[in-house]
């Protein structure tokens, strides 16, 4: 059977980040997965897992940073085809798939309520806090504590190019916290004042290190420099198992005209525009990353990776490790 | 006399940012008080220097941080007050204040000149070089460089919000050096690949430390981070003698509608939006301030105020010396 | 049955600082729980079991900084409750309560001998070692380094206010090792002499934070810019399992008059006196924890909480995830 | 009955460098065993195993600090002692010391390849590498780069005294990949066109710090002042759990005249040459551990010692925890 | 003719500190020399320079590490000298000593109000100060930017062994400022409050290095840690000629008495105390020097030190240099 | 007429590094130019000016780092040039040549003195130090210092490629120096020791950087992990005039044989060897300059350029102004 348009027009939007963010990114995967073992006509269970790996390679290959993603289908794939030999029928397939995406969901909705309640303990009354970009696990810590009743003020970037920091502020006052707006060349300029930062992110390393909207690596760095406590967001599903066997996270460049519209590049002939949409945080300027599993200093997020994705590793290096042998062979 | 039209325009237009950049500043404010002098139309020396003396309080009231046009303003009238008993008559006064200005002028030219060329022998051919915001000096350096034959390529930031970058990126491309753009937030991402930082500076600080465009000072600290060097073009003229006796210069907070356009201000109520126009790189993130007398390090901006402005740094000394007297006895 | 009057006298002691050190006030709290335990009249587990959650909360709310004593309670409390349905009757419930006291109290002292052993081993001959304050854990490594017949050579700091590094350099010295007293101040001056400094630790944090005797944080400053490594030693019953979730550890503040005499405080008006009692060392500036499970990096401490206290800590999340369920229903 | 010669040869051999690395020196120690027991020639299982202890212990004295020695005879011999119980004659104590070290060094083997893999995907097309010494596993990553058909330039240092870098290079040359010899006293000037800096190394201490060649260190110091991230490619083998109970791991010192020719040391009378052979980098200067399981950061290297170690780690606390009592009974 | 009794009391005086601060030990050196003038007796003008030296060396040797003693008596010494033979008799003589010791005097508490004047310029109203020890200079700058309206909080230091920070508290609390006291121990824990850190120094050496109380350096390398500015007040009599030409600055070592009670000295054998009375802060933690000359980097005390100095550096490479050749011929 | 062989095979030794170091250079080329004074045979003072201009050009072309050679030239030439209008016969010009030359000689040589003199006060009893290469400027210290009868102990470093330690070692043990000799990759082992650093120096630039034997860079950072303090010995005549207007030092590259002996190199094809002869050593890793006009830090390098080659400077910066000129007028 073919991959169905609803499915294709899921995975175009995740290309085109009209749905954004890594939590959101991995929710509507499994919202696809669920939907598409719906739409599955047909009755025969070895040709529905094929269908449905059909499926997750596409959604699979719209973001490249986003280890969210693979993370959200693994969750549901694996389920689906660890229990291969002990499905009955085809109902009983899907059933599979829908209470996987179904937990996979519930899961990722409470980590970000727990990750809240976890973050919101650390800060302190009368804190100044910075956020960068627009993060939902790092507003849900800055949400909570206010709601605890202390007082906080946060700063949050502008985040150029495209500007989530104004998202960011609107949010944050509306629930009634003081908010300023910076441009992200005045971080320096206000870290002096700051108590801590609070950022999210798109993807953990093996070895701890933070990938999250560009900015954020010198954000830390500022923070540091300034001995400026420095908290990373994120829940489990963002740790990159595939890091712990040499995988590089890939960090996208997207178009120019994020940067100078469409309209105005005309006039800037011979001149290149960068933009990276990701950077790395070095975990040494990280002082914890505050997951639904409590909180970890980054050099721990191998811990997390080894508890939450060990099989997923040790299926890596098995393959890694015969690949190898075959290669042996064949020279 | 009262001070004519012409002179209440300049100075609005230097306030209003119509006429920017330290040396642009400077040089206006020289051409206003030759201005100044050839419209006065009275006779009596006394009352033109009293006249000459609002004529520059006027000036500078513009802009709190311009170090340079304190430094013009003294530059000339210095040389009016210090020979006031040996003029003969009111042509004789206007002539000191018209040569006087003429040479503040071509001194401030040929020190753009000079920087450009003493800096680019820093360069050295295949660097990639990063600038930030538009400075005279610091592009003198970089077009020189390459006129010299130098293999040279240069990122330059946006330089939000008044995208300055915009201009520096159109005005090297078009004398034919590759240029890429970046956003602000770019600048830890990319800094591995560069060989040299350089940039403007608005005032050099008796310590050393160099006041420049919002962002400087972190570019900076990230260039610091990488083993990157940070040299700073600077015009003399730039080095504050105030600060020598403990004056701070101020950061100029600018209007938020530069960040967020006024027609949508109106959407983000209960927002502080901070404008901050310049910030403070301290002299152990700088390698070496390029400057007409030649290249020295920060800490020897002491040296150059000292040889250039040792007479207004006695006089401020001696003024804070005589206050404190009389405080004493009014006590 | 009211708290009997023995254990009020304890908690009193403990909250005065009669009975001080966070492994006495641990054993100390194991002891007290055994005496309640025993002075229990009543026959009925239940109204038993009510009793010693009141024995435990007064204790527990004696030195908000100590996590040793929540520890050492829950170890022997735990025991009671997840054995309440097979107790048979109040002798097999006491029975219960008196050998985890037992228990912890042993392995407690077993701990400090296996710290001492390990760490001693990591002290070579001929090392100068500082230390502050008057931890049993640190000098068990000291003296039992020098009972293998190291020479070693110790500096201790007097530890303003309460000059407990009078109490280490009387003991070290009568274990006939070489030891010099050193105010606070003079910590720099002789870093450059010191091999190794070796503190104790009132708790270990999720991310390998060390809560110390104030000072702790500055004197491992000063040996991380002179390249002196830093060893703390504790037991795992130092170890926060409520940092895990986010808790901080509060910071205790002491009277004025251990700072200035009281009798000398009325001289002081307007002045106010500031006493904490520990401050908190990043993990950066340590470079080896010493538990009696062996050495471990300040960032493996999250391994050492998950392996000791992994209950504690999924029981802890599993309130948190409910009270928030509760908190959705209720709005 | 007495440990053959041959058995005596292999452990001079490792002695005196003829047989060099920590990966050969372990399989060699596991081949040595294998080739003991099957020189054994008596028919008393308790014999056999007291004469398979005594040859451990020769091999086990050879070199102090390689940790792969220990770890090889450990891997083999705890085979063969936690089996006692169960083995019925002479010949299954045997099949189980071949068996064993069969194992460890396909393992080895494998491990070697392994971290190929794993290592070569963290390098980037384009990307200049820094190597010291001559390091199999090291090596591995690098040729495994190259062979996946990646753009690489290597530097490579000289590695006084003994000159291993010449290997090196010739080695890499071989393969095609373009690589640049340099002295040990050149490598910060080349450090910053260095995208990455490989190393192996002899052991992995508790708290992750790794001995490895000496200049190891100030290697990793110079490229941490860079931004240049270092990566240690380590089998697990080289972890030493001896480190968790604290034991140092001793720097051997080797002849003068490796560094001055025996035929010229008569000049240099009154002088003293020094010659460690090993250095040790802390984990702050190192980004990553690459081994046969995957990417660590150092401070996770105790993960990997309780994984691989746990039961020879217990057993250590255990004796150390028996000493003591011993002792305290004793006094 | 003899040094009058008077005299030896002042030594006596400086030397048991009673007369203590490198300010009022050079204001009293210099009244001291004009006393010993006024008692001198005879007619011989070379007898009663004679005289004058000696009395100038026992001065001397009252203090080792106060340079602004031998800066005082350079200053009179040296104007008696100079002018040797154009002294036409006794009278005149005593004259030139009576107006240079007056003269002395009176630029020394002139210094004190300008750096008073200066230093306040550089504090912000809302200013949160640390100070250490009890330093006139450091006070002056504290108290002139409370009388100019600037609404201050100032931290104090205990100062062990001591405690003139008990005095700086009182001073300040007097002056109506607001002040909070806190144990050396404390420093790291309050740093992330202090805006500025302003210390006095007893001398400044020709690198920049500033040797102050001991404490100094500690609070320096605290306040980096956290990017907190640091500023040294010190009269230009403090800065240190001896030291271009190498000299060490001594590091007074005082008695143990002041850190354990004499009467408890005896509880303490076989236990060393020290007690250095100062420390030095090397110049890359000191943002800049506050002088009556204005503010000047720590690397720019060497340009006082030629412009204060300069005939008495040139004096001692001379002696340099010739005693070097004398030692050339006597060989 | 034409420049004789003597002078031409002067040049070609110190070329061909047979005359080495930047003293001996420097006086090696005083002497030639007093040489070929004295061999010109003509009578016309303008043909004699052109010629020795020419015997100047052959000395400054021989080594391409050495700014000694240029200053030396300048100290001669300058004298001669400016009194052209003064001169009467060729006699009077042949005598300024050679009383400059012999002036320039005497100066080096005294100065070596001076500095030995100077910092052999900064030199406690008990110091180890560590030097580097073989520099007569840190050998006059170190001496100097033992003939005080400072017990001190010295670590060389080989210096690879050439081995200039073995000379050092075996000329401070002639001496009766304790001397240890270390590899180069064995500093940071043995820095922990180190009580000071002390260097010679080729050239030090206008911003304090000192350019010195390859290594010497590393060593500075080395030295500053630990916070070991680095001297560095040099005379005025090393400090480079021309680097204040923007004059790149250049890094001599030298031949490939000097690190792989020419009759191995054909073994290793393909194989790229680097052989830098200098680093550059940042002046923040500097703490101070030891010259013969006194201790300098390194940023005020530039204060020691103004005062001796002021003239020179003005003169460069004249000659870019008017090539400036020029430029302008053709365009």
């Known amino acids: 059977m073919r991959v169905p348009n609803e499915i ?15 939590g959101r990114i991995a929710r509507t995967a499994a919202n696809a997965l669920k939907l598409a073992s719906e739409l599955y006509e047909g009755t025969s269970v070895n040709e529905y897992v094929n269908y449905m790996r059909k499926v997750s390679d596409i959604l699979l290959n719209t973001r490249p940073t986003a280890v969210s993603l693979p993370n959200a289908i693994n969750f549901i794939m694996s389920r689906l085809l660890r229990n291969i030999d002990k499905i009955g029928d085809i109902n009983e397939a899907k059933a599979i798939v829908r209470n996987a995406a179904d937990e996979f969901i519930k899961r990722s909705k409470k980590a970000l309520e727990l990750i809240g309640e976890i973050g919101a303990r650390r800060i302190r009354d009368g804190d100044i806090i910075l956020t960068h970009c627009n993060s939902s696990a790092a507003l849900s810590i800055i949400i909570r504590a206010h709601e605890m009743g202390k007082d906080i003020r946060v700063f949050a970037t502008e985040t150029r190019p495209r500007f989530q920091g104004l998202i960011t502020v609107k949010v944050l006052a509306e629930k009634g916290i003081r908010v300023s707006l910076v441009p992200d060349s005045a971080i320096r300029l206000i870290m002096k004042k700051i108590d801590k930062v609070i950022v999210g992110a798109d993807a953990i390393a093996a070895n701890g290190a933070v990938v999250n909207k560009i900015g954020t690596s010198q ?46 590049l005309s006039k800037y002939v011979r001149i290149k525009v960068r933009n990276p949409a990701f950077d790395v945080t070095p975990p040494e300027y990280v002082d914890a990353i505050i997951t639904e599993q409590g909180i970890i200093p980054p050099q721990a997020a191998i811990l997390i990776l080894k508890e939450e994705y060990g099989w997923i590793i040790k299926d890596y290096l098995f393959k890694l490790s015969s690949e190898d042998e075959e290669e042996v062979t064949t020279k």
Do not use: Q
């Open 219 to 264: 954000i830390a760095l500022i923070a540091h420099e300034a001995r400026v406590r420095v908290f990373v967001a994120a829940e489990t599903y963002k740790f990159s198992p595939a890091t712990v066997i040499g995988e590089l996270i890939t960090i996208e460049e997207r178009s120019p005209d994020e940067v100078i519209p469409k309209e105005k």
């Open 8 to 22: 294709i027009k899921i995975a175009n939007d995740i290309r085109g980040m009209r749905i954004r963010g890594a």
